[in-house]
């Protein structure tokens, strides 16, 4: 081993990485947030006996889930490029992580939705609620709670998956990382010092998370 | 009062109900007692609507329940319905159980539908578990609580579905206890019910259902004493 640490360079640009780290925690944040809409739309597409709606449905979790995450960016950069749509690299993160998220989430929200007990729709119908509160009062409060750790794995995956973003050029920390690296070639301290940064974010996540979760579902 | 035509039910090709003529009176209790498959759960989505008919009708205090026009959401609030699994639900407390409804569906203010809950619940001896979550009643208690909160709508008529087949042999008497005072205060009540001591020492009349057909109807002394239909015969030979 005849490499020598120099950690003065990663210090001296520490605020830059930090601030990249929120540009990481925003992009990820943002794609949460559509991928939870539309991963719900997709749920209830997928539930629906539309067929082309379910077929519609079927092919974007098929594509989200199985195929790389990488490819999933590169499609909406150079593969939208190619015809003529230019995505900014913020874009094309957001999109892509988006895309991939609802198809994760839609599972999950697919799987609750079966979860909750036919009976519990009709109980609070029998009360004379309608379609709307049973659903909005009674039975997503259920589904929100079976896949409450899911979407929080999904938030963390949302997180690291989002380094992928310096392969299509958009500075986030990876990409903010390796923009320093190379200026600098103190290659390893820099991804070193990335990576723990990337640690306390999902940390600090995975807390946030757990105490949410306890103050919300006490009733278990 | 309420008032069932001829009234036919179909799931696709199957022929549920084939066409049941009753009329219940306010204040009568009427236990519905057959066997598996007969349609009696059925006949109870039928009243409030939760299930769509294919044809006769369904009036209540005057109102067709399936005309094209009819505000299902205030008829089922006159029909508190009790079902066979306890259906409490699981994220709310019992207080919470009881009041939303009055709260989101009478538009009562939340002091006042508070008031209704914390009144229904001890009217079923659950006063003491007013903060509790359903996760931690027994099957018994609730099922007191779906009685209370479908108490909570005041309404005129009370369906039971088997209330406590799904339970522990020695829960079922609570729950039947309850049942038993809400008749004594008069309350109008349809109740499938295998349970025949209590058809038998609650209802006003007891009627039998065989293969989506209303058999035989009459007195609990008429049905339990001396039965007309063979199958009610044979069935009463089976359950005891
Ligand atoms: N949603 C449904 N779709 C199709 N068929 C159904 C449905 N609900 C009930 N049935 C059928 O209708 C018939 C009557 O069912 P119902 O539940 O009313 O009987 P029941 O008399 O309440 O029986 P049990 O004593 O077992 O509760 C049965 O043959 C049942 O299989
Ligand atoms: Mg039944």
Same mark, same amino acid.
């Given at each position: 081993?005849?490499?020598? *640490? ?7 640009? =520490?605020?830059?990485?930090? &601030?990249?780290? =929120?540009?990481?925690? #925003? ?16 749920? =209830? @597409? ?15 979790? &098929?594509? @989200? ?10 499609? *909406? ?35 609750? *939705?079966?979860?909750?007990? #036919? ?38 995956? @949302? ?12 500075? #986030?920390?990876?990409? #903010?990382?390796?923009?320093? @690296?190379?200026?600098? *070639?103190?290659?390893? &301290? ?21 105490? =949410? ?6 009733? &278990? | !009062?309420?008032?069932?035509?001829? $009234? ?35 006949? $109870? ?80 001896? $659950? ?23 479908? $108490?909570? !709508? ?87």
């Amino acid at each position: 081993m005849d490499y020598n *640490f120099h950690w003065r360079p990663v210090f001296n640009k =520490l605020p830059d990485l930090l &601030e990249a780290g =929120l540009l990481t925690l #925003e992009v990820s944040l943002l794609s949460m947030v559509i991928g939870t809409v539309l991963g719900l739309l997709l749920a =209830l @597409a997928k539930l629906s006996p539309l067929k082309p709606a379910r077929w519609f449905a079927i092919t974007w979790i &098929e594509l @989200a889930r199985n195929t790389p995450a990488l490819f999933q960016l590169f499609f *909406f950069g150079f593969g939208l490029g190619a015809f003529g749509w230019h995505l900014s690299p913020f874009l094309i993160v957001l999109v892509g992580l988006s895309f991939n998220n609802a198809g994760y989430l839609a599972e999950n929200f697919r799987g609750g *939705f079966q979860a909750v007990p #036919e009976n519990q729709y009709r109980a609070a119908r029998s009360l004379g609620m309608t379609a709307f509160q049973a659903t909005t009062r009674i039975v997503i409060p259920q589904v929100f709670k079976i896949v409450y750790h899911p979407m929080t794995n999904q938030m963390v995956w @949302a997180v690291l998956m989002s380094s992928l973003a310096m392969m299509v050029g958009y500075r #986030e920390l990876a990409g #903010e990382t390796q923009f320093l @690296a190379s200026k600098t *070639f103190r290659i390893f &301290e820099y991804f070193l010092a990335a990576a723990v940064i990337y640690y306390v974010i999902v940390k600090i996540i995975l807390g946030l998370s757990r105490l =949410l979760a306890w103050r919300l579902f006490r009733y &278990e | !009062m309420i008032e069932i035509q001829n $009234l036919h039910k179909y799931f696709d090709v199957h022929h549920v109900l084939k066409g049941i003529d009753l009329t219940v009176e306010k204040g009568e209790v009427l236990s519905i007692i057959g066997s598996s498959g007969s349609g009696k759960s059925t006949l $109870l989505y039928c009243i409030n609507g939760l299930e769509a008919i294919q044809q006769g009708e369904v009036i209540v205090d005057g109102v067709s329940v399936h005309d094209k026009g009819a505000d299902l959401n205030r008829i089922r609030q006159n029909l508190g319905m009790v079902f066979q699994q306890w259906n409490s639900f699981p994220h709310l407390t019992a207080l919470e159980n009881v009041a939303l409804a009055p709260r989101i569906v009478k538009k009562l203010s939340k002091a006042e539908s508070l008031a209704i809950a914390e009144q229904q619940l001890k009217h079923v001896g $659950l006063a003491d578990k007013l903060d509790a979550y359903p996760s931690s009643l027994s099957g018994g208690q609730q099922q007191r609580l779906a009685i209370s909160r479908a $108490l909570a !709508m005041e309404p005129e008529y009370m369906l039971f579905d088997e209330a406590t087949s799904a339970l522990d042999p020695e829960l079922v008497g609570e729950v039947l206890e309850t049942m038993r005072m809400l008749a004594e205060e008069g309350m109008t009540m349809i109740c499938v019910t295998h349970e025949m001591g209590f058809a038998r020492d609650v209802s006003d009349r007891v009627a039998y259902f065989h293969d989506g057909v209303m058999e035989e109807i009459g007195t609990p002394d008429q049905i339990f004493g001396t039965p007309v239909s063979q199958h009610t015969q044979k069935f009463l030979a089976n359950v005891r």
